[in-house]
């Protein structure tokens, strides 16, 4: 625990640099120009065919004859943008996660590595961009699988709550896990470590998801946001592009320090062994 507070002490002051802030920016504006285009070619047939799903689901009407019945009609009609944006939203942090991941950590990584406490640090290279590639691709499958599957429940208490802090903690957990240790540790170094932080390294993963989802219940449950639509979205995706760079900043300060940790426990262990055998084999 005191780990946990104390990077989460030094992430805290580190999220305010110019640097890190640009940080954040320079994703953000990529995903921005990204998801910009792509809204602007089919945000109109997504519409229309959300439409065409509404008029077929029987979930939908029921829930639209509901409505009706107590005096609220036309339910449809804002429903249909506020299902399309639920839908978009997670991918597009998916996409904003993988662009910070592969774009922002390392340079996060390296200005935390250059400071003091971490200078004395070997680095062993357990990692590549191809194997955080292929990483990051399964996981990211593999997280968009759940989320799709887990969908239809978001809208019941409580899982609209606890399901995606959950299901995002757990992959930047993974990401951010992988990314920051990559040039540091070994793999065998990577593993142990990730074995023996499990639980901590998701209690940060869930923390700065939870953070993550405020802008998400604003986002995607919030009438303004339909009628303001560019400019929320516009706030939301570099408060999420904010939150990933501190993420990057947390999970780096925990896991270069357990990595020291880690080396300084191993090099007791060594030294220890080492006498030991020179008292047997003395005389």
Not at 30 to 49: D, K, R, S, Y
Not at 174 to 190: F, I, N, Q, T, W
Not at 249 to 271: E, G, M, N, V
Request: hydrophobic fraction near 60%; aromatic fraction near 14%; charge should be positive.
């Amino acid at each position: 625990m005191g780990l946990i507070l104390r990077s989460l002490a030094l992430s805290i002051v580190g999220v305010l640099n110019p640097r890190m802030l640009w940080l954040s920016l320079r994703p953000f504006l990529i995903v921005l120009i990204f998801w910009g285009l792509i809204g602007w070619i089919i945000w109109v047939p997504a519409l229309a065919a959300m439409a065409n799903f509404a008029i077929t689901s029987t979930i939908l009407s029921g829930i639209e004859n509901g409505f009706a019945w107590i005096g609220f009609s036309g339910v449809s009609e804002w429903a249909k943008p506020i299902l399309l944006m639920m839908l978009l939203i997670p991918l597009v942090m998916m996409t904003l996660l993988v662009v910070i991941a592969f774009s922002s950590v390392p340079a996060v990584v390296k200005v935390v590595a250059s400071q003091t406490p971490y200078q004395g640090l070997v680095n062993k290279r357990g990692g590549s961009f191809v194997g955080s590639f292929f990483f990051t691709l399964w996981s990211c499958l593999l997280c968009l699988f759940l989320l799709m599957a887990t969908l239809p429940i978001w809208w019941i208490p409580p899982f609209f709550a606890v399901l995606p802090p959950l299901l995002w903690g757990w992959l930047t957990m993974r990401l951010m896990s992988y990314d920051v240790l990559a040039h540091h540790a070994s793999a065998e170094e990577r593993a142990d470590l990730l074995k023996k932080h499990r639980w901590n390294l998701l209690v940060i993963g869930i923390v700065t998801g939870m953070m993550g989802a405020v802008p998400t219940f604003f986002w995607a449950g919030s009438i303004l946001s339909i009628a303001l639509f560019p400019f929320v979205s516009f706030i939301a995706l570099w408060v999420y592009s904010l939150i990933f760079i501190f993420a990057a900043l947390w999970f780096t300060h925990y896991l270069l320090d357990a990595l020291k940790d880690l080396r300084s426990q191993s090099q007791l262990i060594s030294q220890v062994v080492d006498m030991e055998a020179v008292q047997e084999n003395g005389p």
